[in-house]
């Protein structure tokens, strides 16, 4: 068996983040006026994708606790009918794990980002990734993802000695 991975955590970037979703901010992106220029327009960050029997785009809110940082990924998940954003409330980073929308986990291609606080994300449909992971306080979140019928949830658990590790540096 090959030694486990280890993921670094890196600071999330829209181009590092594109395999996997999209990255929410306002920061060097376009905006246009709206309401007589009482407010700008921060326009289609990301789309709200969904498929399947009755599939709808919903809004919720989350209160995340504090999620103590762990040593490894032991499993991750994914949404195959629909696409799932988390947008923070507080002024807080989160981290982010992610591997690409494949039938099967690709370890080579899985990454941990840690946001700036301003930062939300959108993982596009079928991307794997870490339940919500908020190790630096808790916190609040806005969620827009799917509801309908079908199975939206599908968890891959790694092996012991295969769970990836996660290093601050
Ligand atoms: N279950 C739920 O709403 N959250 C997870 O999908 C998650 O990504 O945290
Ligand atoms: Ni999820």
């Known amino acids: 068996m090959s030694q486990p991975i280890t993921l670094t955590i890196e600071p999330l970037t829209q181009t590092a983040f594109a395999p996997y979703g999209d990255v929410i901010e306002t920061e060097d992106r376009d905006s246009m006026p709206m309401n007589a220029g009482m407010a700008q327009r921060f326009h289609a960050l990301a789309d709200v994708d969904v498929i399947g029997e009755e599939g709808r785009g919903i809004i919720s809110l ?9 040593k490894t990924v032991t499993f991750v998940e994914r949404h195959p009918l629909g696409s799932q954003a988390f947008i923070p409330m507080d002024d807080t980073p989160f981290l982010v794990v992610v591997a690409p929308p494949t039938d099967k986990v690709d370890l080579n291609q899985m990454k941990a980002f840690i946001t700036n606080g301003r930062q939300g994300i959108n993982y596009h449909r079928g991307t794997w990734h870490h339940v919500l992971l908020t190790p630096f306080a808790p916190m609040r979140f806005i969620c827009v993802d799917r509801a309908g019928k079908g199975n939206n949830c599908e968890e891959f658990w790694f092996s012991e000695g295969e769970q990836p590790y996660l290093s601050q540096s």
Do not use: H
């Not at 989350?62 to 762990?70: D, N, R, S, T, Y």
């Open 62 to 70: 989350v209160e995340a606790k504090l999620f103590e940082m762990p």
